[in-house]
T-cell receptor
Framework: AQKVTQAQTEISVVEKEDVTLDCVYE???????LFWYKQPPSGELVFLIR??????QNEISGRYSWNFQKSTSSFNFTITASQVVDSAVYFCALSDRPGGYQKVTFGTGTKLQVIP | KAGVTQTPRYLIKTRGQQVTLSCSPI?????VSWYQQTPGQGLQFLFE???????NKGNFPGRFSGRQFSNSRSEMNVSTLELGDSALYLC?????????????FGSGTRLTVV
């Protein structure tokens, strides 16, 4: 069975602080995919990053960076120099390989509030 | 290119009524998946349609159904609405074979059942 745990329910930071959102996953599959989505108040899920299980290379994209560690089953997300526009709910998700019976599991989300 | 379009954006319905939600995928995307998002249960998979066929189904009662048309647009229907059906319903489209790897989500339909 798949499971995604985002232990941080809500985080508040002051603008320009760095913040890390934690994601721990469980799966028995050897091939799987990990995602981060941002959900602003408008409701749309905005795709941020995806990784497959064979690609542990960490990534930096502007102020965003991701740390994927299979050894600890974690896929953490860091925002550097946070801004008010980063305030949103962030979801980590896990899926098995694409196909007719693909299973996608979302974490419960972390609500980030960036205070000006 | 246009994104995933969901209509309507907001709905208020009465218990016992039925409702139909619509999702128009990105042009060329033939797979449409539906999710229900509630504060208590989070994001839960409802079903996936590909080429007018339901290919995958989540653990929801039979009151939840859907269909897909030849132009890949999809509708979901909820009959005999219950208060607990109040939620944000999101759809995601993707190219054939990509599944969640290629998801693009719409802005959702917020359903309130009173």
């Amino acid at each position: 069975a798949q499971k995604v745990t985002q232990a941080q329910t809500e985080i508040s930071v002051v603008e320009k602080e760095d913040v890390t959102l934690d994601c721990v996953y469980e799966t028995r599959d050897t091939t799987y995919y990990l995602f981060w989505y941002k959900q602003p108040p408008s409701g749309e899920l905005v795709f941020l990053i995806r990784r497959n299980s064979f690609d542990e290379q960490n990534e930096i994209s502007g102020r965003y960076s991701w740390n994927f560690q299979k050894s600890t089953s974690s896929f953490n997300f860091t925002i550097t120099a946070s801004q008010v526009v980063d305030s949103a709910v962030y979801f980590c998700a896990l899926s098995d390989r694409p196909g007719g019976y693909q299973k996608v599991t979302f974490g419960t989300g972390t609500k980030l509030q960036v205070i000006p | 290119k246009a994104g995933v379009t969901q209509t309507p954006r907001y709905l208020i319905k009465t218990r016992g009524q039925q409702v139909t939600l619509s999702c128009s995928p990105i042009s060329g995307h033939r797979s449409v998946s539906w999710y229900q998002q509630t504060p208590g249960q989070g994001l839960q998979f409802l079903f996936e349609y590909f080429s007018e066929t339901q290919r995958n189904k989540g653990n929801f009662p039979g009151r939840f159904s859907g269909r897909q048309f030849s132009n890949s647009r999809s509708e979901m229907n909820v009959s005999t609405l219950e208060l607990g059906d109040s939620a944000l319903y999101l759809c995601a489209s993707s190219l054939e074979g990509q599944g969640a790897w290629g998801y693009t989500f719409g802005s959702g339909t917020r359903l309130t059942v009173v």
